[in-house]
């Protein structure tokens, strides 16, 4: 049974109502729309005689009934439009049954309409569609949160609980035109992104979801099993491997744009799934890469906000390049004050044992150092800032760095604290990637549940080999948070992952007549909307007393009315 708010039931009665009058409040045929609210608050002033013949649609967001004419507001997916509606205008025939009843008692906020007329300028100066026809599209049966704005635009009484705006994006949308700007950004950066690479002539692949060896970062995968097959498989965790595959294929340059997700925790800058970016151009190291990279970010920040500035939470951040380039080690250095380039393993535990930082016995030296990086480094790292050269036991699928031993050809890229580039040099020498595999393995047999797996097809496909690569990953929910100034990647996620929603326990019959409501008097009681015990122990009981009566009549029910006595008493 589904819990119903006193004014659910009331759209419920106007739904009902509407068909009674032979009006389907859900119509199949299409409405014509041959402009949008947008178009006519840009366009109007300009070109009048183009607004004699509006067709639009939107939903219902506010209503002023003055007798036998009222204004009203209706929003599409450009923007909000007032509309003026006549009695006389809508139903030019005697009967006024459209406007009298449809549209002044069982019309209600969050309604789609759909309507036609011309457009006018009213005495104030609001641009407005004055009304010929009007239709119902959809009706809502539950009402939209009420948002009030005044003449400033300041809001009052918003739709702004973290919880109820993730978990119901669709009236976060609607109640706050501001959050749409976010995701319209957001597309407009993959947008960009996908432009850039095109024109450099890198082709977009598209790669498996599922995955029989989870490859490609460090990081713990979704478990699935295929039926068919009788195996296991893993959702990926990155794309890198499969990518490779295709420059070993002969392909320069590829590049994806898609879903990864890790079976890990979350936070403000972590979800499950996430979308990430990869492209792999032959021929090239990471040096080049970090040059594109400027060059990438700098195009698509200066297509967003028309400058390469842009303001994150205190901060104005500059994405236009170079950028800073700090070693792994000298950046621990700076801002650690200690120096871990020599140590080992038994020394790396020490020195985070002696900082603070919680490390455990599966950790080996690679995480140790990362460890320490990001408790003491990551949160200077403010404008936009090239670490490099990591160790390379942090980094299995990175080639030896070519003058530094120990260290790998690898850089990500830091901004606001947070890391929203990864890159290598990519190794293409199947006998150490190899070797590089089995110390993973022998991590993992120590607990280490994010180290890689050992994937032979890939090894296989190395030795067939690979010409020298350059590989980047971007995590696109990142750099929207960046770009948008959002501080939790909840914002800038459609549908973020969320727990499950705390379930109602609607009581049952039986439920209610243990705290001595006579059976008969039930219906009564759910008449009322009082569906739960907790809902029943809320109410007053001179009123519930009043209600239950008043309720009894009403449905005649065959059954005497309780006593205050009794009704005081199902509320103890």
């Known amino acids: 049974m589904q819990l119903l708010s006193e004014q659910e039931l009331e759209r419920r009665k106007d739904r009902e109502e509407l068909m009674q009058l032979g009006i389907d409040p859900y119509p199949a045929a299409s409405f014509p729309i041959n402009v949008t609210a947008e178009d006519i608050h840009k366009n109007y002033e300009n070109n009048k005689t183009d607004y004699k013949d509006i067709s639009i649609a939107g939903r219902l967001m506010s209503r002023r009934i003055m007798g036998s004419a009222s204004f009203a507001e209706i929003q599409d997916a450009t923007g909000r439009l007032q509309i003026y509606v006549r009695r006389d205008d809508i139903c030019p025939e005697e009967d006024k049954t459209l406007y009298n009843t449809v549209f002044k008692k069982l019309l209600g906020i969050g309604d789609f309409i759909g309507v036609k007329g011309y457009i006018f300028t009213t005495?104030?100066?609001?641009?407005?569609?004055?009304?010929?026809?009007?239709?119902?599209?959809s009706k809502s049966v539950k009402p939209l949160p009420i948002v009030k704005r005044d003449d400033d635009g300041n809001v009052y009484d918003g739709f702004t609980d973290p919880e109820l705006r993730y978990r119901q994006r669709y009236v976060d949308l609607t109640v706050n035109p501001e959050v749409k700007h976010v995701f319209v950004t957001r597309s407009r950066i993959i947008s960009k992104m996908r432009q850039y690479f095109d024109d450099h002539g890198w082709l977009e692949v598209e790669t498996p979801i599922l995955q029989q060896v989870h490859g490609g970062a460090a990081a713990r995968p979704f478990n699935t099993h295929h039926n068919?097959?009788?195996?296991?498989?893993?959702?990926?965790?990155?794309?890198?491997?499969?990518?490779?595959?295709?420059?070993?294929?002969?392909?320069?340059?590829?590049y994806e744009i898609g879903k990864m997700f890790r079976n890990e925790g979350m936070d403000r800058t972590h979800n499950p799934e996430f979308t990430g970016m990869e492209i792999y151009v032959a021929y090239k190291d990471y040096v080049w890469m970090m040059e594109m990279v400027e060059d990438l970010l700098e195009k698509i920040?200066?297509?967003?906000?028309?400058?390469?500035?842009?303001?994150?939470?205190?901060?104005?951040?500059?994405?236009?390049?170079?950028?800073?380039?700090?070693?792994?080690?000298d950046s621990i250095k700076e801002y650690a004050g200690v120096d871990v380039s020599e140590m080992d393993e038994v020394a790396l535990r020490a020195t985070c044992h002696s900082m603070g930082i919680e490390v455990d016995d599966s950790m080996g030296k690679g995480k140790l150092i990362d460890e320490i990086f990001g408790e003491k480094v990551e949160a200077h790292l403010i404008q936009p800032t090239y670490i490099t050269d990591y160790p390379v036991e942090m980094t299995p699928l990175a080639k030896k760095h070519r003058s530094k031993e120990g260290l790998v050809e690898r850089f990500e890229l830091f901004v606001n604290g947070k890391e929203i580039a990864n890159a290598y040099s990519e190794l293409n020498d199947p006998i150490v990637q190899r070797e590089r595999f089995e110390e993973q393995l022998k991590?993992?047999?120590?607990?280490?549940?994010?180290?890689?797996?050992?994937?032979?097809d890939f090894l296989r496909a190395?030795?067939?080999?690979?010409?020298?690569?350059?590989?980047?990953?971007?995590?696109?929910?990142?750099?929207?948070?960046?770009?948008?100034?959002?501080?939790?990647?909840?914002?800038?996620?459609?549908?973020?992952?969320?727990?499950?929603?705390?379930?109602?326990?609607?009581?049952?019959?039986?439920?209610?007549?243990?705290?001595?409501?006579?059976?008969?008097?039930?219906?009564a009681i759910r008449d009322l909307n009082i569906q739960t015990i907790e809902q029943l122990k809320e109410q007053d009981p001179n009123k519930l007393f009043n209600d239950v009566c008043g309720r009894r009549k009403k449905l005649k029910l065959e059954v005497p009315n309780p006593s205050k006595e009794e009704v005081e008493a199902w509320l103890k």
Request: charged residues 20%; negative net charge.
């Open 443 to 456: 991590l993992a047999a120590r607990g280490d549940d994010e180290a890689m797996a050992m994937d032979e």
């Open 228 to 254: 068919t097959l009788d195996m296991p498989l893993f959702l990926r965790i990155a794309n890198e491997l499969y990518l490779k595959r295709l420059i070993v294929g002969g392909f320069d340059g590829v």
């Open 123 to 137: 005495q104030t100066g609001e641009i407005s569609l004055h009304v010929t026809e009007l239709k119902i599209l």
């Open 462 to 523: 190395l030795e067939y080999g690979m010409p020298p690569t350059s590989g980047l990953g971007i995590g696109i929910d990142r750099l929207t948070m960046l770009l948008t100034n959002k501080s939790t990647i909840q914002e800038v996620l459609f549908f973020p992952q969320m727990r499950p929603e705390k379930k109602i326990n609607i009581a049952s019959d039986e439920d209610f007549m243990a705290l001595g409501i006579p059976g008969g008097l039930i219906p």
């Open 301 to 329: 920040t200066q297509s967003i906000h028309g400058t390469t500035k842009v303001q994150v939470g205190d901060k104005s951040i500059d994405f236009a390049g170079p950028y800073r380039r700090l070693s792994m080690f």
